[in-house]
């Protein structure tokens, strides 16, 4: 089974408005963490926003907001009055609590283009 | 800037060849993450280090190598290349081994293989 799966191969929105981009997780342990990556197309990973499985309330970053809905097993990224540089490939990802493995997993990305 | 340091930043070479990308963790940093991007595979985690020791090792070819040295850089060495090998390869450092924190990002290196 995916640990991360993002639905949204592409998403469009119009430059000042709101877009949610999608996130579901797959985990067994109680203790994880949630993160949102930009990847724009110069190639640089740039990390977003952070959510600890423990953390009761919706992690926020300027105009980035995690939606965290743990029974739900639902990590969204919502970024807020959309800019024309955040046009980009933006990845989910979760880090299990785990020695001796890999324990960082990707989403497959959604690219998100903002319309002016 | 996240601290990590990969150099060079594109790379073009020809089937066959080595080369040899470098990564230079964040101050602190003793474990180096190696993942490799490529457009039909996404993102492949390849071998990890932690203090100088390997920890973990995910889809890494036998063509490819990597290690740690004492001052906590590593680096991974991409021998008998092949058209497929062309990709983004990725550094990541972070404090542990283990545990849920966040990994930071070098900017990448860009293996072009012709």
């Known amino acids: 089974a995916q640990k991360i799966t993002q639905t949204q191969p592409g998403m469009f929105v119009q430059e000042k408005e709101a877009v949610t981009l999608d996130c579901t997780y797959d985990?067994?342990?109680?203790?994880?963490?949630l993160f949102w990556y930009k990847q724009p197309s110069s190639g640089e990973m740039i990390f977003l926003i952070y959510q600890g499985s423990y953390d009761e309330q919706n992690a926020t970053e300027g105009r980035y907001s995690l939606n965290f809905q743990k029974a739900r097993k639902s990590a969204n990224l919502v970024i807020s009055a959309s800019q024309l540089g955040d046009s980009a490939m933006y990845f989910c990802a979760m880090r299990e609590v785990q020695t001796g493995a890999n324990n960082l997993f990707f989403g497959t990305g959604t690219r998100l283009t903002v319309i002016p | 800037d996240s601290g990590v340091t990969q150099t060079p930043k594109h790379l073009i070479t020809a089937t066959g060849q080595r080369v040899t990308l470098r990564c230079s963790p964040r101050s602190g940093d003793l474990s180096v993450y190696w993942y490799q991007q490529s457009l039909d595979q996404g993102l492949q985690f390849l071998i990890q280090?932690?203090?100088?020791?390997?920890?973990a090792k995910g889809n890494i070819l036998e063509r490819f190598s990597a290690q740690q040295f004492p001052d906590l850089h590593s680096e991974l060495n991409l021998s008998s290349l092949e058209l497929g090998d062309s990709a983004l390869y990725f550094c990541?450092?972070?404090?542990?081994?283990?545990?849920?924190?966040?990994?930071?990002f070098g900017e990448g290196s860009r293996l072009t293989v012709l």
């Open positions: 985990t067994s342990d109680q203790s994880y963490g």
């Open positions: 280090y932690y203090n100088g020791e390997e920890r």
């Open positions: 990541a450092s972070s404090v542990e081994a283990g545990g849920t924190g966040e990994l930071f």
